[in-house]
């Protein structure tokens, strides 16, 4: 008897969390399954596409770094959401063998937010720091939230792009990431009613990495500061933030909540999330 499966493709994979995340939530539910970890370099994308359309065992994959973008022509559908963030993260294959891509990163973002935004704000102002893969599903994301954009990158022309492409209504701003690293005496407003959000969508402060340099005095009071890096999972902006006594948002709750979403997609239930306290124990052991 074969069993079905799932995985998540990349190259390095070695680091990925969702074996552990997918894995953990089969367990709960008792679901005969597999989730795996697959590395697949660039070179290899299309054949590694080609095998797993013919497996009837396959539901489907996760999809990280390179490959977001690259393994988008190589489907059969693309979800009108992904086709407009320009990446897909989640591959589900269907009975016939068709493949359709989609993007679980947005929703897993905004996931945690959700409860701030259910509420009414006279304004939202989102400072995200980094502009390459992950932040176009964030921008795309907030975007539609309401938010104005200040997107900071060391390439600021790049910055201009993703926001040209991904949000070309509002007056977004891209600025140089260097902006943030001096004092600044910038005298905030009065914040009530308003939501602002700091986030990290770079490497930096990633272990390896130097950290993300933001001086607190371009943060206005009231922020939620969200970083993406997993590891480690408190980074020095987060360390920062909460020692200044400010709402942190960690790189855990947008990983687990993008897996939730493909978990329900590969596997047909929807992912136990009243353990999500146990999983993040399990994952930062």
Known sequence: MTRPYAEVIGDPIVQSKSPAIHGFWLGKLGIDADYRACHVTAEGLADYVASRRADPDWRGCNVTMPHKQAIMPLLDRIDPAAARIGAVNTVVRAEDGTLTGYNTDAPGFLEPLQPLLDQTHLYRMARIFGAGGAARAIITALADQGFTLVVAARKPAQARALLDELAPRGEHHAVELAHFAPPTDFAFDDREQILDLVINASPLGMAGKPPLDVDFSH????????????????TPLLVEARQRGLETVDGL???IGQAAVAFEKFFGAPAPREHDAELRKVLTK
């Open 219 to 234: 943060v206005p009071p009231g922020s939620v500061v969200y970083d993406i890096v997993t590891h480690p999972l408190d």
């Open 253 to 255: 709750a947008m990983l």
